[in-house]
């Protein structure tokens, strides 16, 4: 059963794969943008224009260059930008380490505040507990996050190196292998705006679903037995109630893997995002296209694991 269950994963997983990069190769072509002109600059007479969209490849038949492209992507080749001539598969492995730092440590991080949050605030509902939790998730939501980045920037780093406390780095990103230290220093700011962005949501979420599950017949039930509260709450609440939690967060990872632009660029991060934007900027097809095979490859693996979660959290879930 399980076999069958991730076999068919597996193969929808390759389905939603090729729709996207097919939707991405067609809104390019569709695009008035043409790589050619700007790698030829603004004096290129058109023979000039046509000799590079040639050596580009970009004067075949749409359909022959996508086919290509498949080919060469099932055997792991993901081509060379127009514009660096670099290898795709070498631009996402610089680019890609510092965005999957940021994701995983700052989804840590949300977690842990938005459902330890949540679950305060449910088990005190209408309490003054729970409405300044729930202002605060609010508040937090609201808030743009270039407006936090700089904020913290502010007052962790501008204003603690003017006390002649310099605790935490400004921005620029240290590799995990060169120093596991200076890796965690320069990116606490960035984990601690991302998980303020993103944990209001899960406060929100979590809230809503431990509302639900202890209202639950089988929750009445033990504690009529006398199961200790907490135990109620933690074992059989929070269990069932995490459900959409997992599922919020699978989409929530898979989707920032593909760039967290905004954080990226507050902190100077580097990574996948700012290495997206300088792409559709310049009309930069492969590396749009690989990126758009990164994003993707990692939604539907997140999705993959918040399936298989399901099964351990609620005994109710099936896999068939």
Do not use: C
Request: without cysteine; aromatic residues 8%.
């Amino acid at each position: 059963m399980l076999r069958r269950f991730l076999l068919r994963r597996a193969l929808l997983g390759v389905l939603v794969l090729w729709l996207v990069t097919l939707g991405t190769f067609l809104l390019f072509f569709v695009a008035p943008s043409d790589p050619a002109r700007t790698l030829a600059g603004r004096q290129a007479t058109p023979e000039q224009v046509e000799l590079i969209r040639h050596n580009l490849g970009l004067d075949r038949p749409t359909l022959v260059q996508y086919l290509d492209y498949l080919n060469r992507l099932i055997h792991g080749d993901l081509g060379q930008s127009y514009f660096s001539g670099e290898s795709i598969g070498k631009i996402l492995s610089e680019d890609f380490p510092p965005t999957a730092s940021l994701v995983i440590g700052g989804a840590i991080l949300w977690v842990v505040i938005g459902v330890g949050a949540g679950v305060l605030s449910a088990t005190r509902a209408r309490s003054l507990l729970d409405r300044v939790v729930t202002f605060l998730a609010l508040a937090a939501v609201s808030m743009p996050t270039f407006v936090v980045g700089l904020l913290l920037l502010y007052f962790m780093f501008f204003q603690l190196t003017m006390a002649g406390a310099p605790l935490l780095p400004p921005d620029s990103y240290v590799s995990f292998t060169d120093s596991p230290g200076e890796w965690a220093r320069h990116l606490i700011l960035p984990w601690i705006t991302l998980a303020m962005v993103q944990a209001a949501s899960y406060v929100r979420l979590t809230r809503g679903s431990m509302l639900d599950t202890l209202g639950e017949d089988y929750i009445r039930t033990a504690r009529a037995k006398g199961v200790p509260e907490g135990q109620v709450i933690y074992r059989h609440g929070l269990r069932a109630a995490l459900t959409p939690v997992v599922t919020q967060l699978g989409v929530d990872v898979g989707t920032l893997i593909g760039g967290v632009v905004v954080t990226e660029s507050v902190f100077g991060l580097g990574g996948i995002g700012q290495a997206v934007v300088q792409a559709f900027v310049s009309g930069d097809l492969p590396v749009i296209m690989g990126v758009v095979v990164l994003a993707t490859t990692a939604v539907v693996l997140a999705n993959l694991l918040v399936d298989l979660a399901y099964g351990l959290l609620d005994p109710r879930i099936r896999l068939a």
